[in-house]
């Protein structure tokens, strides 16, 4: 774990304070459990350490999977169930022994997507939500197919391009975000008890997608120096 990028930063900590102090209060407000506040607590941790590019971002990024996936199950978000346990576990195992071995100077290797691959991935995302979220159209019980599909396809990809180290996983992240504060947003309109903190808890992450973008913007043009 002493493999990592740089110290920690004054607005950083004031970040993760804000938005920890933020959590608290909607789980004191929304009268949530204590089990939702630690999947909030842990999401933050995870994509904060990750736009830092430290390995121990796999290691909160495990305990949310697991919650987040009982959260969506409850709310019959089954997509994001299927996502988080068939996906994102292995996914969790993977990236942490793939980033260990891409660390250069202290430094993970961030890299930076050709154009080609670029178009790649965009047809990637859109063919496999319109695919994805006509199959959950058919499930009983299940919310929001279309959204629901879109965020599990743009989670995958940008899984995907996470482990392998390319900074344009923040920007499929922070498309990623938006859709999926929307989708909660339709959940807490529709009564769901755990939306208002999972709203808060996407638009932490859609706050630090942009800075993850800028810091390994800077990173992949470190290494190609």
């Known amino acids: ?38 999947v909030f607590i842990t999401g933050v941790l995870c994509v904060v350490l990750t736009a830092k590019g430290k390995l121990m971002s ?3 990024g495990m305990y949310n999977t697991f919650g987040y996936a009982y959260l969506a ?4 978000l089954f997509g994001e169930v299927l996502l988080n346990l068939l996906f994102f576990v292995p996914m969790n195992i993977a990236g942490f022994y793939m980033w260990s071995k891409n660390f250069q ?17 965009g047809a990637v995302c859109i063919s496999g939500f319109l695919l994805l979220g006509y199959g959950l159209s058919f499930i009983p019980g299940q919310n929001s197919p279309y959204i ?32 999926t504060v ?4 339709i959940r807490t ?10 709203i808060v808890m996407w638009s932490a992450y859609l706050l630090n997608a942009a800075y993850g973008y800028y810091n390994w913007n800077k990173g992949a043009k470190e290494a190609l120096a």
Not at 13 to 19: D, E, H, K, Q, R
Not at 105 to 121: I, P
Not at 182 to 185: A, F, G, K, R
Request: net charge positive; charged share 15%.
């Open 1 to 38: 774990m002493s493999k990592a990028t740089g110290n920690w930063k004054g607005f950083e900590i004031v970040w993760l304070i804000v938005f920890s102090a933020i959590g608290i209060l909607f789980t004191f407000l929304s009268k949530d459990s204590f089990f939702g506040f630690t």
């Open 58 to 60: 796999y290691v909160f």
């Open 73 to 76: 199950y409850v709310n019959g």
């Open 105 to 121: 100077g202290g430094k993970l290797a961030m890299r930076q997507m050709e154009f080609k691959g670029m178009l790649l991935v």
């Open 148 to 179: 629901d599909a879109l965020t599990t396809v743009l989670s995958v990809v940008a899984t995907i391009l996470m482990v392998r180290r390319f900074k344009e996983q923040w920007l499929v992240y922070i498309v990623l975000n938006m859709f």
């Open 182 to 185: 929307l989708l909660w947003t």
């Open 189 to 198: 309109s529709e009564g769901s008890s755990e939306g208002p903190l999972m």
